[in-house]
């Protein structure tokens, strides 16, 4: 037996996967329907301050070798958002899944203000999503790829919320490891490693277009597999803080390459495209066969040993 | 036809379905289970899903509710549209007779149903309903398959003077092996509190607003399911208590 227990920021999870924000998490049903099918912890749906519509169709692609997405981060307002949370936590706390909100917004004030009341929810864990524009820099650039900007959002929401708080950072950055150090000394528990890579594009070539109503959007899946657990290596060398390593991951061999780089759980997303939450069940066999294989009894044994 | 996400179909004929909407039937062919449905784009426009009417030639019936689907019934014989699919999980015929209750649009998902089943030599009644005669959608295509559906609008201007599922009390009373509903979600509630009651097996189709139609971003959630992906059709009682 391998012991598959994790702790992230002081929570406890039964399993290294966690569901990815964005897959499956828009109400309460279907995350604890993913709990349910052996999550070691749940992802909400981003949510800002205000509700948004997101973009028109075509939104989420499946352009072979992996997705694209231009959702828009459609969702219904924090307000909203903590009814959705509570009913989800009443379903996932019998369950001892964890749930974690994710929360983004387009200014610093926005930010602090959607964590402020996405607290009344009691989620286990609050993720800030700082892969969006920054209205207040210059061409909008996202906070994520600032080490500045990403650190001055994680501290300004640690002045509304002492719990575990993890950073969902961008492989897009320039230099990933001083993203992740400006947003550690700011006060972050954990860095969540990566969001989507990008933006891509893919036009079809008899409407002579772009298909994406947003022209641009988030690729995710299996083509970036090798980019995510690159940053979770560069970031796992360069603080010591838990790291969820997501990007691609769609077999124990992935999650296991996600820990070997330095990751102590690891999220799955885009997995659930044709399998659905079945995926935690067989992705959580195979990473406890191979690690039985290779002769790691803990999950703590494998963390970061890929850092020779 | 040619590699790329979507594929691409031209309109062939361009059929009026009174008030309700339209029924385009294109050159191309999409192997598809009855009840499944495809996600149509039209460049520039936006991209829905619709169920698909017919496999071979490709077939969808657009009902008029906005500015999407007023494009697509603006499409003329020769006009292109952009298909990805099928999708979803679609009926599955039980037992040799079948009772086919389809309200509004509803029709539209049934069709491909009520070809196959005939097509196994099963016997097949419709019922189909609509708020008044000009607003039924599909009759001529059960009327072509051989099937004489039986006919209710609310307001009495063609067949029965009520529900749908008040027109099908006569069908019920044989004792069907299998009902397959598709309609307004307060007409499949009944429909599927009706069956669970009379114990005869019964698979509902769902509708919802998607985006990815691929089991992916969870838009479109029915209690615990996703209509892309677990459904659009469901069992009754998976139905029943999915929507609480």
Redesign the interface.
């Known amino acids: 037996m391998v012991a598959m227990m994790v702790d992230l920021c002081g929570v406890r999870l039964r399993n290294p996967l966690v569901l990815a924000s ?6 309460a ?2 995350l ?2 993913v709990g349910r099918a052996g999550a070691g912890a749940v992802t909400a ?1 981003s949510c800002s301050l205000a509700p948004r519509a ?1 973009h ?9 070798g992996g ?1 694209i ?1 231009a ?1 828009g981060l ?1 969702n219904p307002g924090a307000e909203a958002q903590v009814e959705m949370l509570r009913a989800a936590r009443a379903g996932l706390e019998p369950l001892g899944v964890p749930l974690i909100a994710s929360v983004f917004g387009h200014s610093r004030a926005e930010f602090v203000e959607a964590a402020r009341r996405i607290t009344a929810a009691a989620p286990d864990l609050i993720e800030l999503n700082v892969s969006c524009p920054n209205v207040e820099a210059e061409f909008g650039r996202p906070f994520a790829l600032d080490p500045v900007a990403a650190a001055g959002v994680t501290e300004a929401v640690r002045g509304v919320y002492e719990g575990p708080l993890l950073v969902k950072l961008s492989p897009n950055a320039p230099d990933i490891a001083a993203v992740a150090r400006a947003v550690a000394a700011a006060g972050a528990s954990g860095i969540t490693a990566v969001n989507t890579l990008g933006p891509g594009m ?1 036009i ?4 002579r ?1 772009p ?1 994406l ?1 947003n022209r641009v959007g988030g690729v995710s899946g299996p083509a970036m597999l090798p980019v995510a657990v690159r940053c979770v290596y560069d970031i796992a060398a360069a603080v010591d803080l838990p790291i969820v390593g997501t990007g691609g991951v769609r077999s124990g061999e992935d999650a296991l390459q996600m820990i070997m780089a330095g990751a102590a759980a690891v999220g799955v997303g ?1 997995a ?3 399998e ?1 939450p079945a995926v935690f069940g067989r992705i959580l066999n195979e990473l406890e066969t191979l690690m039985q294989q290779e002769g790691f009894d803990s999950l703590a044994a494998v963390r970061g040993c890929a850092h020779g | 036809m ?1 590699e ?3 594929r ?1 179909v031209r309109v062939a004929e361009a059929r009026r379905e009174g008030r309700a909407g339209v029924t385009l039937i294109t050159d191309g062919a999409l192997p598809a289970e009855p009840g499944q449905f495809a ?1 149509i ?1 039209l ?2 426009v ?3 899903p619709y169920t698909i009417v017919d496999d071979a030639p490709f077939t969808l019936t657009v009902a008029e509710v906005g500015p999407f689907s007023a494009a697509l019934t603006a499409l003329a014989p020769g006009d ?1 549209l ?1 298909v990805r699919g099928p999708y979803g999980h679609g009926f599955t015929l039980t037992g040799r007779r079948h009772l086919l209750i389809g309200g509004g649009s509803g029709a539209a998902s049934l069709a491909l149903l009520a070809r196959r089943a005939l097509a196994r030599g099963d016997d097949v009644t419709a019922v189909l309903g609509a708020r008044s005669a000009d607003l039924l959608m599909l009759p001529w295509l059960y009327d072509r398959l051989g099937i004489a559906p039986i006919l209710a609008t609310d307001d009495g201007s063609a067949g029965h003077h009520g529900t749908a599922l008040d027109a099908a009390a006569g069908a019920l009373a044989t004792s069907p092996d299998g009902i397959y509903a598709c309609g307004p979600e307060p007409m499949l509630r009944a429909v599927a509190e009706h069956a669970r009651d009379l114990g005869i097996p019964c698979q509902v189709s769902v509708e919802r607003v ?10 479109c ?1 029915c ?4 209509v892309c ?2 459904g659009p059709v469901f069992g009754a009682g998976v139905y029943l208590e ?1 929507v609480g």
């Open positions: 964005g897959i499956w998490g828009s109400c049903g279907t604890v329907r749906k997101g028109p169709n075509p939104t989420v692609l499946d352009w072979g997705l997405n959702v459609a893919v079809d070539v008899r409407a277009r298909i109503s885009s659930l495209y044709r659905g | 040619a790329g996400i979507h691409v996600m784009w460049p520039g936006e991209e829905r292109r952009w998607m985006r990815c139609g691929l089991g992916v971003c969870g838009q959630h209690g615990d399911r996703l992906a677990d999915a």
